[in-house]
């Protein structure tokens, strides 16, 4: 299983809204694409899924290239709390890659 | 619902020594893994289970036994524990073998091995 690759670390703003890319080059056509967050301190919680197109739920939406081998979850109003490692995988297994430490800013 | 519960919270382990996780989960998932996070790194799947009598390796499975004898319950057994296994250790559970459905995480367990 390849592991995704995504920037190690992000910064943002608080109420602006943040990109968080993830690169699955060798994803298979009938894997999903799954992103989790972990807040410090605390085990990794779900955060969005989708196969092919974009998703929306009341945290974040995603957005998945036409060849699906890119994705980016979007944080449509950055809080402090979004402040996280944010994990993407391209296997039904979980097998995440190192994630991206988002700092929001005040 | 108490989710996923992993006993203990911490554990100092010396060398040699062996020792079980618990990882216990209370909403009929099938599947169940387990992950290490080591400091200031990302998370590994170790091994995994698709439901009561199956099992399967992860990536980082050596020096680490499962088995998966309930629904309920996915212990990891470390046999001799070494420095090396030093981390934080997750437990997850989903819903069914799909893979399609959101996981839920314990809140871990601290190990240290000295």
């Known amino acids: 299983d390849a592991k995704t690759t995504q920037p190690n670390s992000m910064e943002s703003n608080e109420e602006e809204p943040v990109h968080l890319p993830c690169n699955h080059s060798t994803i298979s056509g009938t894997d999903y694409i799954h992103w989790y967050r972990q807040l410090p301190s605390q085990g990794p919680e779900y955060v969005i899924h989708?196969?092919?197109s974009n998703v929306n739920n009341r945290m974040a939406s995603l957005a998945i290239a036409e060849d699906r081998k890119s994705s980016t979850l979007i944080l449509h109003r950055a809080t402090l709390r979004d402040a996280a490692v944010y994990y993407c995988?391209?296997?039904?297994?979980?097998?995440f890659g190192q994630g991206t430490t988002l700092q929001v800013k005040p | 619902n108490a989710g996923v519960t992993q006993t203990p919270k911490f554990q100092v382990l010396k060398t040699g020594q062996s020792m079980t996780l618990q990882c216990a989960q209370d909403?009929?998932?099938?599947?169940m893994s387990w992950y290490r996070q080591d400091p200031g790194m990302g998370l590994r799947l170790i091994h995994y289970?698709?439901?009561?009598?199956?099992?399967d390796q992860g990536e980082v499975p050596n020096g680490y036994n499962v088995s998966r004898s309930t629904t309920e319950d996915f212990p990891l057994r470390l046999l001799s524990a070494a420095p090396s296994q030093t981390s934080v250790y997750f437990c997850?559970?989903?819903?069914?073998?799909?893979?399609?459905?959101?996981?839920?995480f314990g809140q871990g367990t601290r190990l240290t091995v000295v």
């Open positions: 989708g196969l092919t």
């Open positions: 909403m009929n998932h099938e599947y």
């Open positions: 289970s698709v439901g009561a009598g199956i099992t």
């Open positions: 995988s391209d296997t039904g297994k979980l097998i």
């Open positions: 997850a559970s989903r819903r069914d073998r799909g893979l399609y459905t959101e996981a839920f």
